[in-house]
T-cell receptor, first 113, second 106 residues
Framework: NAGVTQTPKFRVLKTGQSMTLLCAQD?????MYWYRQDPGMGLRLIHY???????AKGEVPDGYNVSRLKKQNFLLGLESAAPSQTSVYFC????????????FGPGTRLTVL | KNEVEQSPQNLTAQEGEFITINCSYS?????LHWLQQHPGGGIVSLFM???GKKKHGRLIATINIQEKHSSLHITASHPRDSAVYIC????????FGAGTRLTVKP
């Protein structure tokens, strides 16, 4: 099993460009999450999904959109990237509820110039 | 103010030392997690606990619900334990501490 995978691993964007980060999991998990990690701060939840076709906002959703068309995939979109979105993005998944152990992807380092 | 506070922020130890990392939180929670982030960036879950104590190898995690406090202990520390240790609490959403950077010197 690959666990949780993320593509791409690195990306540099110019302000105003758009991109999509892909997260895939092969553990048949219901819950999936997108976090961002910034220096000196804890991971912060951007959006999450409790199942195929459903998404919900987390702590810092502004400037991001998500989609969960298939159970195994969770996409994070930036429609018009801003320098404040420079961060490391982590995807995670868990079996049923947020009380379960979360499995993390390797992260995507995004720089917005 | 972060709902999850960890101390210390940075910790340097000599190989073999006993390590303690502390986590305090300000909200009611259903579970607390300890995570390890390797120098390469990968994050793995170490423990999830809602009461008492858990042990895995040289790692021990304790939680005191009344005092809203948890500790992560590492016995006989080794350079390979060098990593960032993250406390997270589950109050519906997960809320994360900023992490404790541990460096164990040989």
């Amino acid at each position: 099993n690959a666990g949780v995978t993320q593509t791409p691993k690195f990306r540099v964007l110019k302000t105003g460009q758009s991109m999509t980060l892909l997260c895939a999991q092969d553990m048949n998990h219901e819950y999936m999450y997108w976090y961002r990690q910034d220096p000196g701060m804890g991971l912060r939840l951007i959006h999450y999904s409790v199942g195929e076709g459903t998404t919900a906002k987390g702590e810092v959703p502004d400037g991001y959109n998500v989609s969960r068309l298939k159970k195994q995939n969770f996409l994070l979109g930036l429609e018009s990237a801003a320098p404040s979105q420079t961060s490391v993005y982590f995807c995670a998944s868990s079996y049923v509820t947020t009380n379960n152990e979360q499995f993390f992807g390797p992260g995507t380092r995004l720089t917005v110039l | 103010k972060n709902e999850v506070e960890q101390s210390p922020q940075n910790l340097t130890a000599q190989e073999g030392e006993f390590i303690t990392i502390n986590c305090s939180y300000s909200v009611g929670i259903s579970a607390l997690h300890w995570l390890q982030q390797h120098p390469g960036g990968g994050i793995v879950s170490l423990f999830m606990l809602s009461s008492g104590k858990k042990k895995h190898g040289r790692l021990i995690a304790t939680i005191n619900i009344q005092e809203k406090h948890s500790s992560l202990h590492i016995t006989a520390s080794h350079p390979r334990d060098s990593a960032v240790y993250i406390c997270a609490v589950n109050e519906g959403d997960m809320r994360f501490g900023a992490g404790t950077r541990l460096t164990v010197k040989p």
